[in-house]
Nanobody
């Protein structure tokens, strides 16, 4: 069992930065691909970024490439999402996800409870 706890969300202005953190419980963090997803009001949850078990493979949603950076720290059992140059369309609840051995997809093994990110124009 893996528990995921997100933090770092908040209300910012367009152009600002935020760093989301996702702390994972358990001793098998390094066996899980990790990812970030988001869900805006009235929309389906969508993929944002993912990182492989050893950090050697990373994927991003096209609209966040060059602005968002995903990383992981195995010593801290934590995955991060650094978000720069935020836009109002980035407003959503951001969820952390874990999938055993592979990068997260739509169906994942574990999900966090979500953290709200609101970007004002």
């Amino acid at each position: 069992q893996v528990q995921l706890l997100e933090s770092g969300g908040g209300l910012v202005q367009a152009g600002d930065s935020l760093r989301l953190s996702c702390a994972a419980s358990g001793r098998t963090f390094s066996s899980y691909g990790m990812g970030w997803f988001r869900q805006a009001p009235g929309k389906e949850r969508e993929f944002v970024a993912a990182i492989s078990t050893n950090g050697g493979y990373i994927r991003y949603k096209d609209s966040v490439k060059g602005r968002f950076t995903i990383s992981r720290d195995s010593a801290k059992n934590t995955v991060y999402l650094q978000m720069n140059s935020l836009k109002p369309e980035d407003t959503a609840v951001y969820y952390c996800a874990a999938k055993l051995f592979v990068i997260p997809t739509t169906n994942n093994d574990f999900w966090g409870q979500g953290t709200q990110v609101t970007v004002s124009s």
